[in-house]
């Protein structure tokens, strides 16, 4: 493909991405990944190139822009080079005329840069939020130790407070490895293999996994109790919840359980669990503003409505775990957000609901205190952003 070719391509791709994140439609991987398939005519560094190009101009914008054509033309104004592949050439953008729309360069939309001052996300960290994420992996103690692992990967470096944790140079291909395929380590992010420890699981105990999803939590949770006592794992969504069985064998974890709950069921469905749990981990659906490293176009999907749906969603989650903790058991919160909405008010409104509750202060050797709870930062801890906080019942 000629330079014009691939930025042509990135503008047809940006146009279908902003379509999705207005329509709640499929990510930009995904539809990236799509486009390539119908087109085996791009080469690999082809592919790579549109891809930077894509993603580049995702960052730049911070609001949802017009078109695929604007998108790329305020990335232009940051790289003016890439002026000249407006050419006009045969499968090539048009060249560029006098006054055309350019979208606005940010780092998300107004509204929701108010919410990250809101919530003390100043203008260095939300650049952070938009930075390339690293490739972190956690070796999985059922099967092998850090040292071992590290050892077969070459530039693997351990992270400091992620005990089981490692850093792997950005293109190593892990899905290529045998000891992937071996179970003897998973794909996770450091900041959400912090949270997990936050819990303090330990082997013998029986913990319920409300928001498990397709199990990345519940397969840590898992090493971390080695392999010894209950973890139910629950989602609504039987697509994710259905991937975590295989997870499972792969990595020799055999305590876990799943259980697909029924949306407005689950009290009912839940009901053999009420008050028996040692730990109930809530790893809620939430905006994921502490993951736009990975999605950047996420911050184009959320809306003011949808922010307060999700708000009111996790406060139903912790009403429902809270009745499965036993007393001096403990109910973990955990988003993958750094807005207060979502992580430090939350808590607050429900140990304001829930008389008695106390706040377990976590030493987590990352992030900072936050409210009852305590956050991770892209620029404080060099991993996604989270919020996590552990309530004790009396
Ligand atoms: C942040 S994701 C969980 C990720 C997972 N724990 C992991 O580590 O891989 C949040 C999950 O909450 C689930 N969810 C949404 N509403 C729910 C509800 N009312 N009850 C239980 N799970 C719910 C979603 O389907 C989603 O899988």
């Known amino acids: 493909m000629t330079p014009a070719a691939r930025t042509q391509a990135a503008i047809d791709l940006l146009d279908r991405i902003i379509a999705a994140a207005r329509d709640q439609g499929a990510a930009a991987d995904t539809l990236i990944a799509r486009w390539f398939a119908e087109r085996r005519f791009a080469g690999s560094k ?8 894509i993603y580049d101009a995702i960052r730049r914008c911070g609001e949802r822009p017009e078109s695929g054509r604007a998108a790329m033309l305020a990335l232009v104004a940051e790289r003016p080079e890439l002026a000249a592949t407006f050419d006009g050439s045969p499968y090539g953008p048009a060249t560029i005329e006098a006054g055309e729309p350019v979208a606005t360069a940010g780092h998300a939309p107004g509204w929701l840069i108010k919410k990250l001052r809101a919530s003390d996300i100043g203008i260095e960290e939300q650049a952070a939020l938009l930075d390339r994420a690293p490739l972190d992996i956690r070796v999985n103690r059922l099967k092998a130790t850090r040292e071992e692992i590290a050892a077969a990967l070459p530039g693997a470096e351990p ?50 996994d409300l928001c498990a999803g397709g ?26 919840l259905q ?15 799943t259980r697909l709950l029924n949306p407005n069921r689950e009290a009912e469905q839940l009901g053999d669990q009420v008050v028996g749990s040692d730990i109930v981990l809530v790893d809620a659906p939430c905006s994921g503003t502490g993951t736009w490293r990975r999605n ?8 003011h409505e949808r922010l307060d749906k999700l708000v009111a969603t996790q406060r139903h989650i912790m009403g429902l775990a809270a009745e499965l903790v036993r007393p001096g058991g403990a109910l973990v919160y ?39 709870g305590v956050r991770l930062t892209p620029l404080g801890d060099s991993t996604d952003g989270f919020f996590v906080a552990k309530m004790i019942r009396p």
């Open 296 to 303: 950047p176009e996420a911050r184009w999907r959320l809306t």
């Open 46 to 53: 082809d592919r790579r190139a549109v891809r930077e190009l």
């Open 215 to 240: 199990g990345g939590k519940t397969l840590a949770l898992a090493a971390l109790m080695a392999n010894r006592g209950s973890i139910l794992a629950c989602d609504v969504d039987r697509g994710r």
């Open 334 to 372: 955990i988003v993958c957000s750094v807005l207060d909405d979502e992580g430090a008010s939350q808590v607050q409104a429900f140990l304001n609901a829930y008389s008695g509750w106390t706040v377990e202060t976590l030493a987590l050797g990352a992030g900072r205190p936050r409210g009852a």
């Open 159 to 208: 992270l400091g407070f992620a005990p089981d944790g490692l850093r792997l140079p950005a293109d190593t291909r892990v899905d290529q490895l045998s000891a992937y395929a071996e179970g003897r380590f998973e794909v996770q992010d450091a900041g959400s293999q912090v949270v997990t420890l936050a819990a303090g699981a330990e082997p013998g105990q029986r913990v319920v």
């Open 243 to 257: 991937r975590l069985p295989e997870r499972a064998v792969r990595a020799g974890v055999t305590m876990a359980e």
